[in-house]
Structures are given as C-alpha cells and as structure tokens.
C-alpha cells in the first residue's frame, strides 16, 4: 500500500485551487444530530437500495477493519482535514478508525486527468483493479466524472478468518470455523464482504463551487460505503449526490446518510444482501423519526 501512496506522490498531482475554502470548526467532538422524517414509504428502501448497490458476493460490504485514510494532492492543512473527518464520522457511526501510523487502505487521490492516474494504474499496477471486471475498468478509465471510486474487497468468515484472496476465483465454501463445517442458509452463509482498499480520486479541475465541507463530507460518505457515485442516488438527501446537483447539495453530510452509516455498522456482516438492505432501512426509519412534538 505504502508503494501505492508512492506512486501518487510521482504522478504530478497538483496543488488545491485557491478558491477551495477550508472550514475553520474542528470536526473533532462534534455531536452528529439525526433529524427528519421520510418523504413516503418507499423512500427509504430505495434509497438503501440505491447506495448499497455494489455487493460482493451476495453481501453489502463494508469496513470490519479499522480505516486508515490517506490523502494526497491537496495541500497538507486540507489532505489532514479530511482524512480527519473521515476519521470523526467512522467513529460516530460504529465504524473503527485507525489509530497515528496505521497502514493505509482509504487512498483519496485529488489530481488533475484521473484517467491517467487509472491508466498507469492498468499498467504498473493492476492488482489494484484486481476485483474489477473488464467493463467496469473500461468505464473508471475512460469517465469523465468529477469524481470516481471503487473497492477491493474480500471474504472473511463471521469471525474474520481470510476465504478469498483479493483477485482469487478460489471460494472454500466448506471452510473450517471454530472445529466445524460453516453451514449456508437463506440468511447467512457464514461469510461476510469486508472492504480491504477504498479509491477515490477526484478530478481538481471539477471543483467550482464546492466547499471543502462538503468535499470532506462526500469523501467520507463514500469511503465508509463505497457507493458508486457515477449515477445520482435517489431519493436525493445525500452528500453523495454533490456532483449531480451542486446547486442544491447540502453544505454537509446530511441526517440520512448518518442514518445509513449506522445501520450499515450495525447490521450482521454474514447476512444475505437483502436481509442486510431490510435491516438497515429498518434502522433509518427508526432514527428518522421525527421527535415528539415535532
């Protein structure tokens, strides 16, 4: 990972535009307050649909490892800004940060001509493309998009046992737990999708009008669910939609995205993706309740 950072460091990533204001109040103890009541019945499912989209496996994947963020292209002042947002709102909604010195695996690259930076990706180093199939590196290389991610992901077993090396088709679906068989069922095949390496690489010639509030907090949602973001998630109260609707974007991480955090970080790892989705809209409909007297 570390000759990965390396190789950002010598593909000429630029400096932050001027215009890009830091904020000046510390993410640090700040308390996340949930607000709001859903706009129908369907809005919540589809939107947990929507977000958690990319499954690995049959299972909604996500961070059982603790987060270790690494930002580069940036200023320092600014690359620590976010990495220390991402950093608060893991901790907020039951995800682990790593601690001073950790390894990284969330790897946030701002540069300018991503399509490059993926190229060279493809050539030098494409295990880390490895759990991408041939479309989906076509479309990372050749998109436009101000923004683009993916993960590399793995199966563990419920105790975090490695199944599947990253980029291994090799799946021991009779695997060894704890002295016995793991037996599958309809709701948990005992396995779960842990994210290994998050990407996000943000083009720095795209970022008119975006505050670095809202850079921190798009980067945070998208590492901690690694959403595609190529497409606007519907229903639209999402930080993640803040290169679709720039406009209308929220100036921060908004009450359903902590919502879906923290369902996702509650949920159990080893359940089926639909049973996950289930649970994690039923988790958002209770944190979305408006407050008596409301």
């Known amino acids: 990972m570390r000759a990965f950072i390396s190789l950002t460091l010598t593909l000429g990533l630029g400096a932050v535009p001027a215009a890009l204001p830091a904020q000046t109040a510390g993410q640090e103890g700040d308390e996340i307050v949930v607000t709001g009541p859903p706009t129908s019945a369907e ?15 049959g299972h909604v994947a996500r961070w059982n490892s603790a987060v270790c963020p690494q930002v580069t292209g940036l200023r320092e002042e600014l690359n620590n800004y976010i990495a220390q947002t991402v950093t608060a709102i893991a901790d907020a909604v039951g995800a682990r940060a790593g601690g001073e010195g950790c390894d990284p695996n969330l790897v946030v690259v701002f540069m300018a001509q991503p399509s490059q930076f ?5 050539e030098q180093r494409p295990a880390h493309l490895a759990t991408l199939d041939l479309r989906e590196r076509e479309a990372i290389a050749s998109s436009g998009a101000p923004a683009r991610s993916w993960a590399v992901s793995e199966l563990r077993t419920r105790d975090g046992r490695l199944v599947r090396q990253l980029g ?48 921190s907090a798009f980067a945070a949602m ?66 979305l309740q408006p407050a008596p007297g409301d």
């Open 222 to 287: 998208t590492a901690l669910t690694a959403a595609g973001v190529d497409e606007p998630i519907s229903p639209a109260r999402t930080i993640l939609n803040l290169f679709h609707q720039r406009d209308a974007a929220p100036a921060d991480i908004t009450d359903w995205d902590i919502a879906y955090l923290r369902g996702l970080y509650r949920v159990d790892p080893a359940q089926r993706a639909e049973l996950q989705r289930s649970a994690i809209a039923g988790h958002m409909r209770e944190l």
């Open 118 to 122: 993926v190229q060279t990706l493809r």
């Open 168 to 215: 291994s088709p090799t799946l021991d679906t009779n695997f060894e737990q704890g002295g016995s068989r793991g037996v599958a069922s309809r709701i948990s095949n005992e396995l779960r999708a842990d994210f290994s390496t998050v990407y996000l690489l943000i083009d720095l010639d795209q970022l008119a009008g975006v505050t670095m509030q809202q850079l």
């Open 43 to 57: 809005a919540i499912p589809n939107f947990v649909e929507s977000v958690g989209a990319r499954t690995v496996e």
